[in-house]
């Protein structure tokens, strides 16, 4: 009788932002299938510039019960990325239970719409508070950590198509997401000698709330008298993307991230992960 294969993560511990619902439940549930015993937090509660709900704590708390019934161990917490020192007590409190912490996840995100000229404020500082300083912050709560410990680690950071080209009605997004590439490239410099690596991941639209809403599908079928449907909002989706495909999956998204967390990518640190459909490439023409 053939023996288990072995898990790729196992005995690793992962923090994981925005691990409610969409990428980051679906990042929590494979990683923990191969191994890895799961932090995970959200901001359960609205974000004033965002036109659609936030991850709540009844989902964040499904989260947790999907990771435990894969037989992993879970910290479940609420904390919103813009501050420091929720994200340092969901670390104290995962090293407290869980004791390390290997893998860094920061994908947390927010999205509005306007063209740059309209764009609010609130829209602006809210946007780089969450998709930027936010993943500042997670990295900056759980660095000295792994530093201190000295047994390497992987951060992973979610970037987006919007990382590589721009986009109408999207300036703040844009520039956060930009912003990640050059933060992803210092860390991946200063952090290389202690064998720990930080990769950015860019993926076309996924298929979550993020972009299953009422203010994404007017953006994308303009001047309709009711709410496109998901059908229609899907061609022009499709039309951004070289694959015919209108958007990938959260567990395409996975996929990648389970290897830049594993031992598989030990050597790749700085690099640019797209799991875009070709939707980068086909801007470009």
């Given at each position: 009788m053939e023996g288990r294969r072995p898990l790729l993560l196992e005995g690793r511990v992962a923090l994981i932002t925005g691990a409610a619902r969409g990428q980051g439940r679906s990042h929590a549930l494979t990683l923990a299938r191969e191994g890895a015993d799961i932090i995970a937090c959200d901001i359960c509660e609205p974000i004033s510039s965002?036109?659609?709900?936030?991850?709540?704590?009844?989902?964040?708390?499904?989260?947790?019960?999907?990771?435990?019934?894969?037989?992993?161990?879970?910290?479940?917490?609420?904390?919103?990325?813009?501050?420091?020192?929720?994200?340092?007590?969901?670390?104290?409190?995962?090293?407290?239970?869980?004791?390390?912490?290997?893998?860094?996840?920061a994908n947390a995100g927010v999205i509005s719409y306007a063209p740059s000229w309209q764009i609010t404020e609130e829209q602006w500082r809210e946007t780089l508070e969450v998709n930027l300083t936010g993943v500042w912050h997670t990295c900056r709560a759980v660095i000295p950590h792994m530093m201190e410990r000295g047994e390497g680690g992987s951060i992973i950071l979610t970037g987006s198509t919007a990382a590589i080209v721009g986009f109408e009605n999207l300036a703040h997004y844009v520039s956060a997401k930009h912003g990640l590439v050059g933060l992803m490239k210092t860390l991946a410099n200063e952090l290389a000698p202690h064998r720990i690596r930080v990769n950015i991941v860019h993926p076309t639209s996924v298929d979550t709330a993020m972009i299953h809403n009422e203010a994404t599908y007017r953006l994308f079928v303009p001047g309709a008298d009711r709410t496109p449907t998901r059908e229609e909002a899907a061609r022009t989706f499709r039309s951004l993307n070289a694959l015919p495909v209108p958007w990938v999956e959260p567990?395409?998204?996975?996929?990648?991230?389970?290897?830049?967390?594993?031992?598989?990518?030990?050597?790749?640190?700085?690099?640019?992960?797209?799991?875009d459909a070709g939707a980068a490439e086909k801007a470009r023409r």
């Open positions: 965002a036109p659609y709900p936030m991850g709540s704590r009844e989902e964040l708390e499904q989260t947790a019960r999907m990771v435990a019934e894969l037989g992993r161990r879970v910290v479940a917490q609420k904390a919103d990325v813009r501050s420091l020192e929720q994200l340092r007590a969901v670390v104290e409190r995962g090293l407290s239970e869980l004791g390390r912490i290997d893998v860094v996840c567990e395409d998204v996975s996929d990648a991230v389970l290897w830049l967390a594993s031992d598989h990518s030990r050597y790749v640190t700085g690099q640019q992960l797209r799991v």
